[in-house]
């Protein structure tokens, strides 16, 4: 276990993902003492050739015979974007745009800057998400079941039990 008092914690976030997550992890950093997070999206369409000590990648698309750029571009929307909504809060910062299995690349980073915890937000809500998790899986769940450090999982839609239960 890494001790949480002076050690960051790993953020995995995607594209058009709800500001809370990005903001509970700021509120997480600044209550374990101040620490740094480390935000990270981790592209599938792109495979890793090395990983740094720093716990960035070296990547390439998965297709050899394609020439797609575009992930340039998306990690500048990416990077602007966290420093619209974390640079306010005044934490500490970096972001690392990874490759290959979300699981194993946040590990990856995890294990690289002695990562306490690693934060990551639940699917958003919606027919298709539950689909595509049950054939996936819960990166959230991986990570739970194959690396040793704690996982806090941000909701990103609030259910109302009561409102559900059929039988009140």
């Known amino acids: 276990m890494t001790d949480f008092d002076g050690h960051p914690a790993v953020v995995g976030i995607v594209p058009g993902q709800p500001e809370l997550v990005a903001l509970s ?14 935000f990270a ?18 990547h390439v698309p998965v297709d050899p015979d394609s ?14 974007h966290l420093h619209d909504v974390v640079d306010p809060t005044g934490v500490p910062w970096q972001f690392r745009y990874l490759a290959g299995r979300p699981d194993r690349a946040l590990t990856h980073l995890a294990r690289a800057v002695d990562a306490a915890v690693i934060i990551v937000g639940t699917r958003a809500p919606g027919v298709r998400e539950s689909v595509r998790a049950f054939v ?7 990570l739970a079941h194959h690396q040793h450090r704690p996982v806090l999982t941000i909701p990103l839609s609030v259910v109302d039990w009561k409102a559900q239960i059929a039988w009140a």
Not at 136 to 142: H, L
């Open 25 to 38: 992890a700021a509120a997480w950093a600044r209550a374990a003492t101040g620490v740094g997070l480390y």
């Open 41 to 58: 999206y981790v592209d599938p369409t792109r495979h890793t050739v090395e990983e740094l000590p720093d716990g960035s990648v070296r």
């Open 67 to 80: 020439v797609d750029d575009s992930w340039v571009q998306r990690r500048g929307r990416i990077e602007a």
């Open 136 to 142: 996936e899986g819960s990166v959230a769940v991986q």
